[in-house]
C-alpha cells in the first residue's frame, strides 16, 4: 500500500475540492482503490456534486441537523463547536473510490470533498493510500 499525506488550508470553507489531488495522487498507478482519510475528530469525506448548488445546499442540511449553539455537552472551540464533533458520525471520516487505468472511477458529476464545519482549525491533513488490485 501506497500512502500520502496532504496538507488542506480550509479557512472558512466547509466544503474543500479534494478530486484533483487525490487523481494527480492515483495518476500511473494502474487498478485498484483509493481510500481518503481525515484523521480528525471533526471532519468528514463525502461524495457531491460542486459547483452547482449542492455544496452550499450540504452546508445548509448540516446547519439544521447540527445547530451551533450551546445544546452541547462538548464546550470548548468556538460557540456550537460541540455539533462539529458530532459531524463525522454524519459524514464519515473516510472513504474508499475505485481507481481504474490510474484514475478516479468517479461519476460524471462527483466530487471528493473534505467538509469542515470547524473553524477553529483552519488547516487538515488528509491521508491518502493507495491498494493496488
Known amino acids: 500500500m501506497e500512502t500520502s499525506e496532504l496538507t488542506v488550508r480550509t479557512g472558512d470553507r466547509v466544503v474543500t475540492d479534494l478530486t484533483d489531488e487525490v487523481a494527480a495522487f492515483c495518476r500511473g498507478k ?27 445546499d450540504l452546508i445548509d442540511t448540516l446547519a439544521r441537523l447540527l445547530p451551533r449553539d450551546d445544546r452541547y ?24 473510490v475505485p481507481i481504474l487505468g490510474g484514475r478516479p472511477a468517479l ?27
Open 30 to 56: 494502474g487498478d485498484g482503490l483509493v481510500n481518503v482519510f481525515a484523521p480528525h475528530a471533526t471532519a468528514g469525506i463525502a461524495i457531491i456534486e460542486t459547483g452547482a448548488g449542492s455544496d452550499d
Open 73 to 96: 455537552r462538548h464546550h470548548h472551540g468556538s460557540p456550537g463547536h460541540g455539533a462539529d464533533h458530532v459531524l463525522p458520525a454524519i459524514i464519515s471520516p473516510s472513504l474508499s
Open 107 to 133: 461519476g460524471t458529476w462527483q466530487s471528493i470533498v473534505l467538509v469542515d464545519t470547524n473553524v477553529d482549525n483552519p488547516v487538515r491533513t488528509i491521508r491518502l493510500s493507495f491498494l493496488a488490485g
